[in-house]
């Protein structure tokens, strides 16, 4: 058994999307999360600032001794995850890796849709990594950078995101797609309007979903998880206003009482 904590972080309060479907597996661990929310966003952002800021981040939840860590930022993953990897002392699971595994789906899937941030896309870290594991043929990426700032103003539903996902995946809804990636983990919030524009036949893969997976049978395993008592989250964000409880809470599905403003 290992009681330590599994660390989490994000560019800002996206991640505990992730954090949602890790404490659903994983009921018993302990989590630390941490939101850069003094440096949201990071899909606008360089490569070379990105692994800055993701570095930074992980430096500061191995210091809360984490027993490994979780990069739920799809552009810290996409643009950082190996920096990361290199530097850290504790095994280090990242979102696009988990989202980019189709064990799920058998056979090949020959078309899918990758949705994300500007970074995310242009980076075409899922393309890349779809295209190595020989399980997929055509990769379509689309870049929705508007869809960030309307979910943080909580219209996940109605005309106006209903527009806007119109907008956005209007050249994807003739390519005869199986699966869509949510690459940001914002997006599971407005899967209902995305399925209504797409179409229900077609699968929206969360990768927060397959991260909780492959993370829960990497601990159980290597003989770390923790078999004793209630999982409690402890929260980091680098800045904090009403708002930000506001909008963690519509992405964790519950109440937050305890957040903690650190410097990094």
């Given at each position: 058994?290992d009681s330590?904590?599994?660390?989490?972080?994000?560019?800002?309060?996206?991640?505990?999307?992730?954090?949602?479907?890790?404490?659903?597996?994983?009921?018993?661990?302990?989590?630390?999360?941490?939101?850069?929310?003094?440096r949201v966003?990071y899909?606008?952002?360089?490569?070379?600032?990105?692994?800055?800021?993701?570095?930074?981040?992980?430096?500061?939840l191995?210091?809360?001794?984490v027993?490994?860590?979780?990069?739920?930022?799809?552009?810290?993953?996409?643009?950082?995850?190996?920096?990361?990897?290199k530097?850290?002392?504790?095994?280090?699971?990242?979102?696009?890796?988990?989202g980019?595994?189709?064990?799920?789906?058998?056979g090949?899937?020959?078309?899918?849709?990758?949705?994300?941030t500007?970074g995310t896309i242009?980076?075409?870290?899922?393309?890349?990594?779809l295209?190595?594991?020989k399980r997929?043929?055509?990769?379509y990426?689309?870049a929705?950078?508007?869809f960030?700032?309307?979910?943080?103003?909580?219209?996940?539903?109605?005309?106006l995101?209903?527009l806007?996902v119109?907008k956005?995946?209007?050249?994807l809804?003739?390519?005869?797609?199986?699966?869509?990636?949510?690459?940001?983990?914002?997006?599971?919030?407005?899967?209902?309007?995305?399925?209504?524009?797409?179409?229900?036949?077609?699968?929206?893969v969360?990768?927060?979903?397959?991260?909780?997976?492959?993370?829960?049978?990497?601990?159980?395993n290597?003989?770390?998880?923790?078999?004793k008592?209630n999982?409690?989250?402890?929260?980091?964000?680098?800045?904090?206003?009403?708002?930000?409880?506001k909008?963690a809470?519509?992405?964790?599905?519950?109440?937050i009482?305890?957040?903690e403003?650190?410097?990094l």
């Amino acid at each position: 058994m290992d009681s330590r904590p599994i660390g989490v972080f994000d560019s800002g309060l996206g991640g505990l999307t992730v954090v949602r479907q890790i404490k659903k597996i994983l009921p018993r661990e302990n989590i630390i999360y941490l939101g850069d929310t003094a440096r949201v966003p990071y899909g606008t952002r360089s490569k070379k600032i990105v692994t800055k800021f993701a570095l930074e981040d992980s430096r500061f939840l191995e210091k809360k001794n984490v027993k490994c860590i979780v990069i739920a930022c799809n552009t810290a993953s996409s643009l950082a995850s190996l920096e990361v990897k290199k530097a850290s002392k504790v095994p280090v699971f990242d979102i696009v890796s988990s989202g980019s595994d189709l064990s799920n789906f058998p056979g090949k899937v020959k078309k899918i849709g990758v949705i994300g941030t500007s970074g995310t896309i242009n980076s075409h870290a899922y393309k890349k990594s779809l295209s190595s594991n020989k399980r997929s043929s055509k990769v379509y990426e689309i870049a929705c950078p508007l869809f960030v700032p309307f979910i943080e103003e909580n219209e996940v539903s109605g005309s106006l995101i209903n527009l806007l996902v119109a907008k956005y995946l209007k050249n994807l809804r003739n390519k005869n797609l199986e699966l869509i990636i949510l690459g940001c983990t914002h997006y599971p919030l407005i899967k209902d309007s995305i399925n209504k524009f797409m179409g229900k036949k077609i699968e929206l893969v969360d990768p927060g979903v397959s991260l909780a997976k492959t993370l829960s049978l990497y601990l159980e395993n290597n003989k770390m998880l923790n078999n004793k008592g209630n999982g409690k989250v402890n929260y980091h964000l680098t800045d904090l206003n009403d708002r930000f409880v506001k909008v963690a809470e519509k992405f964790l599905g519950e109440k937050i009482n305890d957040i903690e403003v650190v410097d990094l």
